[in-house]
């Protein structure tokens, strides 16, 4: 139980186009999905929270208009990178937590991670 | 101060070494702790979930927590080379819907 899944795996694009990824609790309602970004041998870094239904809720130095988050359901969550730059070249984790599912369980499961590679 | 310490290493081991990995933290209303192994381009996944003090085990994997030290430890017994991974701990508050704190990770490389 408890997975989440991440499309697409891996995704190069040129500058200036948009990319959008997709985070799916594949067993479970996430009524909290995150977003990660984490650079070569570095740790996670917390882009955003977001909770079914509202808007999602963006850590400081994080451009709210670049990074479109948008979680639709209980089970769905996407991050779309706009007008992206190799800067932008990263990976990009979400995870998903059911805080409902009761102190026990009440953890984050992470996705397989999805690299971007801007040109 | 950050809210969660931990050394990212690199730790590199012989294989069959009992490997300890450690974690210290500031805030004494965490009350659950997490170890998570994350391979090379991979996403992390969950190893260990304790809650408060005491220990946990789980194969060759051992969860500890000093709540009076403000303390976690996660050792792995008979290490083998597939567990080359680096190993990130966090933990939260009580009560749902409490933020999520990591430690920075530490590289560990078991040597065969």
């Known amino acids: 139980g408890a997975v989440v899944s991440q499309h697409p795996s891996r995704v190069i694009c040129k500058s200036g186009t948009s990319v959008k990824i997709e985070c799916r609790s594949l067993?479970?309602?996430?009524?909290?999905m995150f977003w990660y970004r984490q650079f070569p041998k570095q740790s996670l870094m917390l882009m955003a929270t977001?909770?079914?239904?509202?808007?999602?809720?963006?850590e400081q130095g994080v451009e709210k208009d670049k990074f479109l988050i948008n979680h639709a359901s209980l089970t769905l969550s996407t991050l779309t990178v706009t007008s992206a730059h190799p800067e932008d070249s990263s990976f990009y984790i979400c995870?998903?937590?059911?805080?409902?599912?009761?102190?026990?369980?009440?953890?984050?499961?992470f996705g397989p991670g999805t690299r971007l590679t801007v040109l | 101060q950050k809210e969660v310490e931990q050394d990212p290493g690199p730790l590199s081991v012989p294989e069959g070494a009992i490997v300890s990995l450690n974690c210290t933290y500031s805030?004494?209303?965490?009350?659950?702790f997490m170890w998570y192994r994350q391979y090379s381009r991979k996403g992390p996944e969950l190893l260990m979930y304790?809650?408060?003090?005491g220990n946990k085990e789980d194969g060759r994997f051992t969860a500890q927590v000093d709540k009076s030290s403000k303390y976690i430890s996660l050792f792995i017994r008979d290490s083998q080379p597939s567990d080359s991974a680096t190993y990130l701990c966090?933990?939260?508050?009580?009560?749902?819907?409490?933020?999520?704190?990591f430690g920075t990770g530490t590289s560990l490389t078991v040597i065969p």
């Open positions: 067993d479970f309602q996430a009524t909290t």
């Open positions: 995870s998903a937590r059911d805080p409902a599912s009761g102190m026990e369980t009440d953890t984050q499961y």
């Open positions: 304790t809650y408060s003090s």
């Open positions: 805030n004494s209303a965490f009350q659950y």
């Open positions: 977001s909770n079914e239904g509202s808007k999602a809720t963006y």
């Open positions: 966090a933990m939260r508050r009580g009560g749902p819907g409490n933020q999520f704190y």
